[in-house]
């Protein structure tokens, strides 16, 4: 095991930067991997509270040898102890007092690698546009389910509502989102207190179709903009926050998430929902997304 003074990683992701050079900080091996922090990564880390953005793939280069990233988590460093936990492990949320966060990458190899070595890291950029496409198209997806929502299915007037002013039953029903290349699956649970709030569950059920079929008129339109989308950070750190930002409906659209995406919705070909009626009684939302040419 090797050493050096570990900081808070200084993320790049946000930036739509692929390649960066770093000093490496911190390395501990086993007979088959290695885990590497670097001061600074344009790697996304899977997260360890609401895992849905997967990890980036690609490659760390060190001694001029390429080595895979075949995983990239979120660790928590103790400072005083000296001592690295990652993802399930992490005892304290962040900005908690002597404790670092950082990117872990683990590569396919056990390496000892001197701390202060200048490694590059290299993110596959196509896998990476993929999961942000579904991931933009994902927000798209749950402002234009509000929206189609908000005056038909609503009994009672809430007391949430999302960025754009709609009743927020994304926020409310939400159990599960899960992104992967080009496509995001949410899951919605109606249960007994979405109906105690004022939703209408079973007129939700039965309109399915009609629903879809209207949310997906509404990305079109959305669509044709061609908006910006802006991704808004607090700071340079992996833990400070970050906003996806967008102009829609002649509102700007604030929304805090820590995952990867476009820049445009010119970056989109396509982007259409289907809704149905899952085994556990739950309402899967699945967005595909195609890339513009």
Not at 17 to 36: A, G, K, W
Not at 98 to 113: D, E, K, M, P, T
Request: hydrophobic share 40%; glycine share 6%.
């Amino acid at each position: 095991m090797t050493q050096l003074t570990v900081s808070p990683t200084q993320v790049s992701f946000s930036q739509g930067i692929y390649q960066q050079n770093s000093p490496v900080l911190y390395c501990e091996h086993d007979d088959s991997s290695s885990v590497v922090i670097t001061a600074a990564t344009p790697f996304h880390p899977v997260s360890h509270i609401w895992p849905d953005h997967p990890a980036d793939k690609g490659v760390l280069v060190i001694n001029q040898q390429e080595y895979k990233v075949i995983d990239c988590l979120v660790g928590a460093w103790h400072s005083e102890e000296a001592y690295l936990t990652i993802g399930a492990d992490i005892p304290v949320k962040r900005d908690e007092a002597g404790w670092q966060f950082v990117v872990v990458h683990r590569i396919n190899a056990s390496l000892s690698i001197t701390p202060g070595t200048v490694v590059s890291l290299k993110v596959d950029s196509d896998y990476q546009q993929a999961l942000s496409r579904a991931h933009s198209g994902a927000h798209l997806a749950a402002l234009a389910l509000n929206k189609v929502l908000h005056s038909a299915f609503w009994r009672k007037a809430p007391s949430r509502f999302d960025t754009l002013g709609h009743y927020d039953f994304h926020s409310y029903a939400e159990e599960t989102s899960f992104v992967s290349e080009d496509s995001c699956l949410d899951s919605y649970r109606l249960g007994k207190t979405l109906k105690k709030r004022g939703f209408n569950n079973d007129e939700f059920i039965a309109a399915l179709t009609q629903v879809a079929a209207q949310v997906n008129a509404q990305l079109q339109l959305w669509l044709q903009t061609g908006a910006k989308i802006d991704l808004v950070c607090d700071g340079p750190h992996l833990t400070d926050s970050r906003y996806w930002q967008c102009q829609l409906d002649e509102h700007k659209i604030s929304i805090p998430c820590g995952g990867t995406h476009i820049s445009t919705l010119q970056a989109l070909a396509d982007i259409t929902v289907t809704l149905a009626v899952n085994a556990a009684g739950n309402i899967d939302m699945t967005t595909r997304t195609s890339k513009s040419l």
